[in-house]
């Protein structure tokens, strides 16, 4: 093995950092929606073939079987004897239900607890090296899932199974699978986090995932293996269940967006400064750069939407067709606004809460959120904006101010129309549309009040209570210099506050020897791999409140952070931007607040979260740029120790699968690094 590649195995080895992952781009759209053909050394999977939709077997709601094989997928219930779909395109809220009984699962279910009885979807990934040409500059080497940027899209229905057999064949470096926003309760070991669930899957080994639908909505799926998701290992997700909004079609593949690179994270390849914006995985580098970046290939066609204008209705006559978009974020650092020119969005969901629909012209995305939202085919003119003649108009993708390092913001030149919407699908013609007037582009989450949960929760009283003015748990996100702590890659983490900012400790992990295989030891002490462990109460539902703020005393950082919790929902009982954290400041809303599994706290201020204890496990909690991540911004949530040690002994199969990866990781990182090992506690 190259030296280079010994010296990151030694580095995410030994300096174990947690992080995400971002997406990649390619010279070809995203793989369709099916069950994904495996490599030929793995099994043969079958795709069914299309069956007469009825009750019990139909296609999601929206889609359209014209498009060919790639969209032979139906939604499968025939287990729910005396059930019947109930979504139609003008009640979109209703999922199924029993006209006998008259029970219902619908947006009022109480997804946590409730789900319809689906089927097994099984699908296949392999991650491979491939060269990816997405914007017209080729990405040599690029890390991708079976071939492809984004990758393949895995979908199911509420209340599936989904089982992912995972072959890592990158020969420089583990890699392991994080499926964000997915609930995986009582499945922590399946959330894929190096040194927390498992070990990371070693080159030329294998290891399966499996966890259940709980939830509906849109997301994705990446490498949680050090920054490699930057790297171009992302690919959507979409759960299909109903929606607070009605719509017509689906828009065949969902919205992904992001920053990208054009070299390796991993060692000191002058083309990963090179960035540009993707939409769908195409852009076009040209537009970036001062002077601007040339093109080593052609530069291929932005995404493309098309729409159809007219729907006619049986009792009231035509009216203008309704689409549904799924936008996802999987950006490595940048922040966008979302926007369609001439077009208003009705937002219908957030991260994978139903919300109270609501229109604005635009929409900001952190970093791992998502947002269903609903276009309806009707283009709205107005004094400065104009109606494009030929029926084009622009879908603007902008760096939000201060959020999007390298790809600029809304300054002049910045490039950000990325693709385009067309009423007539043979037009080659380029928009003539303006951008919306008003539009905000400030790094500040949409506005907390628009965002009503469709699912009431009211928050109770927190169990992990502190003495002090605010009476609950409150961590701060510090910052260090290069030369000031023991710490040589480390730079940012959270750190518990008791008056004042403790010492700098940044979030580490051993890759070898994961949280899962250590649920048992007595940790009576504070431990430097978590900060927070609630015990809760079997049956009962105990809330835990956090506050997340900017370092106020010494100020290191106070810059907008995308922060995620894996394992939850959480509650936003409070957001302010450019405020004291101090007690006259906080306003708490425990009365169907805001929530969500990706939260933006705002620059120079604070967020206040509350989550259930209901979920035994070990929990990451850590800012989605990818580089904070791995700089220590993270830390863990032991939750419920006892409970989760009792669910998986080490003689439980589920450990021992564990143990049995982690041996192969040792054996390859032996058999590979050469260098001198450092110390398990040297930092991150």
Known sequence: ME??????VLVTRLLGMTTLSSLEGSDHSQFPMRLEEPAEHLEPVFVPPLVKDDDLLFRPPGRRHDKGEGFQFQCDYRAMTGWQKCSTANDRTCWLRNPDTGERYDINTDYETQYPKGV???????????????DG?????ATVFNGTYPGPWIQACWGDTVRIHVRNSNPDRGTSIHWHGIRQLNTMHM????G??????????????????LQYGSSWYHSHYSEQYADGAVGPITLHGPSSGNFDEAADIPTLMTDWRHGSVFGKSQEKNIRSILLNGVGDVTQFGDPRQQNTSQIPEPYTLVFDNVKDEPELGPRPKRYLLRLINTSIGTTFVFSIDNHYLSIVSADFVPIYPYLNSSILIGIGQRYNVIV???PRSGPAQPLDENGNYWIRTWAADKCGPGVGGNKSGTYMQTGILRYNADSKDKPTSKKWDGISFACSDETYTSLRPVLPWIVEDPINKVAGDIGFQHVAVVGKGPDDHPYPAARLAFQNVTGQVSDFKPLQINFSDPVLLNLDNPYNTPNKLWEI???????KADWVWLAITVDTIKKTDTKAHPIHLHGHDFAILQQAENTTFEAQNIRINRLNPPRRDVVLMPEGGFIIIAFKADNPGSWLLHCHIAVHASMGLALQILERQADAAAMWPKSSPAAQEAATLCSSWNDWVAASNTATPLPDDSGI
């Open 196 to 213: 927390v669930t498992q070990c990371p899957i070693a080159p030329g080994s294998s290891f399966t995932y499996e966890w259940k639908v």
């Open 137 to 141: 500059y080729t990405f040599a080497n």
């Open 376 to 378: 309806e085919a009707k």
């Open 120 to 134: 097994l979807r099984e699908y296949w990934l392999e991650v491979t090296k491939s060269d990816i040409t997405a």
């Open 191 to 194: 959330d894929g986090v190096n």
């Open 533 to 539: 462990y609630p015990q809760g109460r079997n049956g």
């Open 3 to 8: 030296l280079r590649a010994r010296f990151w």
